[in-house]
């Protein structure tokens, strides 16, 4: 409902369609990622912004690629030692 005094109708089923509109495409958007993407709401910490997480993730999984790199390394020297 709304103020009929205020606003036309039109100006309302405007607003109502670009809304319709614009949450289609939201929606569309979301079920058409094949990765999920983290949010900052996901990691508890909504004051940081989707780019900032976006790099924390890249960082950790950095030193993880790294790890298990050397790991490999270490396994590949070791068997070949055994």
Not at 45 to 54: A, F, Q, T
């Amino acid at each position: 409902s709304y103020n009929r005094k205020q606003y036309y109708e039109e100006t309302i089923r405007s607003l109502a369609e670009m809304y319709r509109k614009n949450l289609c495409e939201i929606i569309e958007h979301c079920t058409g990622k094949e990765t999920p993407e983290v949010t900052p709401y996901d990691v508890g910490n909504k004051e940081l912004s989707i780019e900032e997480v976006s790099n924390i993730l890249s960082f950790y999984d950095n030193i993880i690629q790294e790890y298990t790199e050397e790991d490999d390394e270490y396994k590949n020297c070791s068997a070949r030692h055994i």
